[in-house]
């Protein structure tokens, strides 16, 4: 191979990889934007779930973290003070694990390789993730369970409310609908036990 061969095949591999990198960043700074709206979206959102009975009514932000606590002018007087702590427990419990479930689902897509083919020999992003979670996050159904066998038995049914609050304080229910009109109970009544 001649010189000038050499050279010219030395600059067009140069300027693959440039191109590579110019690809590269600008999907960065495309992601890095789309982060940030995600980011403060998730923000601004609250996750409201109330008791089935209605008593408990539980406000966590985004992250799971409790930001406000209501209890119904009835729930000292259907439960003992241990029972009652075990419902808020279970309903916060219920809350955060809504919170948790929904942000990872809306930030997954940023843990996942971009559509270009990487530097060999350079790790990516997913690498750098752990495989599992740290903290195992609280199922909400099986929350919504556990309180449901541990109630008293009572002749109404009453439905569980999970609703979720964005920015401009519109609501959307977060409750498992789909679940439950998979089971044939489409608006999520609960038998009293």
């Known amino acids: 191979m001649s010189g000038r061969d050499e050279s010219s095949d030395l600059a067009a591999r140069n300027a693959a990889l440039r191109n590579q990198i110019d690809d ?4 960065l700074r495309e992601r890095t934007a789309q982060l940030q709206e995600k980011q403060d979206a998730a923000a601004a959102k609250t996750h409201e779930v109330t008791s089935e009975d209605g008593v408990i009514t539980v406000r966590v932000d985004a992250t799971g973290i409790v930001q406000q606590l209501s209890l119904g002018p ?12 075990e419902q808020i427990t279970s309903v916060i419990r219920e809350a955060t694990g809504t919170a948790q479930r929904e942000l990872r689902a809306e930030f997954a897509s940023f843990t996942e390789s971009p559509g270009f083919a990487g530097v060999p020999g350079i790790p990516e992003l997913p690498d750098f993730l752990p ?8 199922d909400p ?11 008293p038995h009572r002749a109404a049914r009453k439905p569980t409310r999970s609703t979720s609050s964005t920015a401009n304080g ?15 109970n489409p608006l999520g009544w609960q038998e009293d036990r």
């Open 24 to 27: 590269m960043l600008a999907d």
């Open 74 to 85: 009835k729930a000292f007087e259907r439960a003992t003070p241990e029972r009652l702590a």
């Open 131 to 138: 495989t599992r979670s740290l903290v195992q996050t609280p």
């Open 141 to 151: 159904a099986a929350e919504r369970a556990r309180r449901a066998g541990n109630r």
């Open 170 to 184: 519109s609501k959307e229910a977060t409750g498992d609908r789909h679940e439950h009109a998979a089971r044939g």
